[in-house]
């Protein structure tokens, strides 16, 4: 792992700091009816040396967790538009009052839908530009470095992850994307064209403080060169669990 923050200890992912007793960092990953990708967010998370907490739709808490991802799929089928029905899930009205409260939180595409829906994150994702579902490897920019969900990236770093959606145009009015730009809260970007038509070019946002983050692409896919492109994406998980950790 780099910097050497995060190791395994008899068996037990276990995210270790100097000086200190060896601390797990524990991060819930939401399971709603439809999720498809919270098997691969929680392994993920275990090779980042966390903890993976299962949170289910009906909870009607966190259960003590230090960090949530909210994962992709088609929550509650989106059958209204995605993620607005998933944002009324009791486990949402534990988490939108965490989230402003502090707790990190990353939403990974359906996920940064529900992010949007719930008023964690500004602006709205409609259908891909041609309207046709997007699958995908796909490079992205870091924009914004230092949160707790990108502190293991660079500024300016590019990377290659995973795009499969069929509803990533991320798009908000004129005064909202100045906001965003001047803000800072560009969380990343496309850099080889741009595969929806997502305003600015933008494949992730972050709330003013960044603990809050919505990523369209996904990173899950991309933390093993054996089963994606590579292990480019690992880095968001890593960057909180030792966030977590030096707290």
């Known amino acids: 792992m780099a910097g050497g923050a995060v190791c395994f200890d008899t068996g037990e992912p276990v995210a270790c700091v100097r000086g200190r007793t060896p601390v797990t960092a524990r991060i819930g990953v939401v399971t709603f009816p439809g999720s498809l990708d919270d098997r691969d ?4 998370v275990r090779r980042a040396g966390a903890r993976a ?12 967790v230090d960090a949530v991802i909210l994962p992709g799929g088609f929550s509650y089928g ?5 993620g607005a029905i998933a944002r009324f899930a009791p486990v949402m009205a534990a988490l939108v009052p965490a ?21 964690l994150l500004p602006g709205a994702l409609t259908h891909n530009t041609g309207l046709r579902f997007i699958d ?16 293991d990236y660079e500024r300016g770093q590019e990377i290659t992850v995973v795009l499969k959606s069929g509803q990533g145009h991320y798009l908000a009015d004129a005064a ?15 850099t ?7 305003a600015h070019d933008i494949a992730g946002v972050t709330n003013r403080a960044g603990n809050v983050a919505g990523l369209m692409p996904h990173p899950e896919h991309a933390i093993d060169p ?16 030792r966030a977590l950790v030096a707290r």
Do not use: K
């Not at 080889?192 to 997502?198: M, T």
């Open 41 to 44: 967010a929680a392994r993920a």
């Open 226 to 241: 054996l089963t994606g492109p590579g292990s480019d994406g690992l880095a968001f998980f890593t960057s909180v669990a």
């Open 192 to 198: 080889i064209g741009n595969p929806n038509g997502s």
């Open 53 to 64: 907490i299962p949170l289910w739709h009906d909870d009607r808490g966190l259960h003590g």
């Open 99 to 119: 989230a402003r409260a502090g707790l990190p939180v990353l939403g990974i595409c359906n996920g940064f839908q529900i992010l949007c829906e719930a008023h």
């Open 78 to 82: 989106d059958y209204l538009r995605c």
């Open 176 to 190: 909202t994307l100045a906001d965003l730009e001047s803000g800072g809260q560009v969380l990343a970007r496309y």
């Open 136 to 151: 995908r490897e796909v490079r992205v920019r870091i924009e914004r470095d230092g949160t707790p969900w990108t502190g």
